[in-house]
């Protein structure tokens, strides 16, 4: 399997940047769980983060992406974390925990912020997915390398990660809606639903 390239170690500059863009993402979520998404302007934004609409347009492309990014970055992170996982780790658990790693590495401030956020913007929660299409075949080839099989010909490594996906969105999805209702972490939820998938339980 190949090994996932080092890392260099980030600047003052990759630094400056970050930052900057967390700070444009704490007061997007502010203002969007304060005012709702669509009573929130760009220029709202940008001043609400004390930077000039030109630095805010430097780091975000469009308004979505501030709901959006985070979660579809994801998949590269998930996918650098399979990537890391011990060889001799059976594919799905391997898997599993790629992805609650994932999702742990969520800072839990930031995520009760976003939750609140996307909350106010419901037409963007259905594309709020921890799996795009486009990395799909990634992440199959990834699985499948662990099984030593041909995801053309073998169809379960494609299965594993639909299914794993699949059960890692509804969890995802049903934490963000039952925003108030239950006070679990993301995290735990993601864990039992993936649990499911690897030893289905239907009967009570």
């Known amino acids: 399997m190949t090994s996932p390239p080092a ?13 900057v863009r967390a700070d444009i993402h704490a007061a997007a979520y502010r203002l969007f769980a304060a005012r709702g998404f669509g009573n929130v302007t760009t220029d709202d934004i940008a001043a609400e983060a004390s930077v000039s609409p030109r630095t805010f347009f430097r780091h975000v492309a469009a308004k979505e992406d501030l709901l959006l990014g985070a979660v579809q970055r994801g998949n590269a992170a998930i996918a650098s974390l399979l990537m890391r996982r011990p060889p001799d780790e059976a594919p799905d658990a391997a898997l599993a925990a790629a992805i609650v790693s994932r999702v742990e590495s969520f800072d839990d401030v930031d995520l009760e912020n976003w939750r609140a956020a996307i909350l106010t913007a419901p037409e963007l929660l259905d594309r709020a997915t921890l799996l795009s299409t486009a990395d799909r075949d990634q992440m199959v080839e990834l699985v499948a390398a662990r099984m030593n099989a ?4 073998d169809a379960r490594p494609g299965l594993l990660v639909q299914l794993s996906f699949a059960a890692a969105d509804f969890a ?3 934490w963000v809606k039952n925003h108030g209702v239950r ?6 939820d993601v864990a039992e639903a993936l649990a499911v998938v690897a030893h289905p339980r239907w009967s009570g």
């Open 172 to 174: 995802f999805q049903r």
């Open 183 to 188: 006070s679990r972490p993301l995290a735990s």
């Open 7 to 19: 890392q260099r170690p980030p600047t003052l500059r990759d630094r400056q940047r970050a930052q």
């Open 150 to 153: 041909d995801p053309t010909d």
